[in-house]
């Protein structure tokens, strides 16, 4: 496999053509961004431990009935990945209210929902990555209504299974963010990455936060939760 030009880079990730069209290699970076992009940083490691978990996760993941854009784990920071095109969603699952839900809700962070809950982003770092509904995807032609259909169903199997997969390393799942693409014949698959960076993950008997919220606010630490996070899924993996 040939790794080819730099097709795009995005705040954690480099994108590379390969000599396969339908196959491109992703580069994590230790690059960090908050508030689109206005909080800007490093976190030492962060790509390594990011391209492992989220190649690991998405292996269990197709193990359970989820297609992902991987391919293979090509070094400690790159991995072969389908070509996709990017539904412009940001889908986040959410089991226990936290970060944007509590400010805009007036809910206390912490507080358990009844049942996850699944809601769309506008992929759009202009207008800062907006809310909306089903509804609005559908007459913007971002997605048909059968894909968000697809997305919604593969978005809480995820939640269902990696809940159970972290609940067995100690760690609670409170949300997290997917990206969805299309491969050429139009099948829906996970893309992006699973990792510290878009999931919310907290110790369960502590309460600790193990995730990029400890960047976002300066909580310290931030390398040591990401190799602690990693250290644990290898554990139990
Ligand atoms: P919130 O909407 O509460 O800020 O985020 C909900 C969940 O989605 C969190 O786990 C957060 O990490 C993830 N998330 C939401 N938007 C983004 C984003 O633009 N980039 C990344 N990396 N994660 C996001």
Redesign the pocket.
Known sequence: MQKGEQLYEGK?KKVFATDDPQRLIVSYKDDATAF?GQKKGTIAGKGAVNNRMSNLLMQRLEQAGVPTHFIEELNERETLVKRVEIVPL?V?V?NIA?????QRYGVGEGVVFREPTVEF?YKNDALG?PLLNAGHAVAMGLATESELETICAYALRVDKELREFWAGCGVTL????LEFGRLPDGTIVLADEISP????LWDSKTGEKL???RFRRDLGGVEEAYREVMERLLLRI
């Open positions: 954690a689109n940001e986040i959410r936290a970060g944007s839900f509590s982003s990555d409170v949300d997290f963010k960076d878009t999931c919310r995730d990029k919220d």
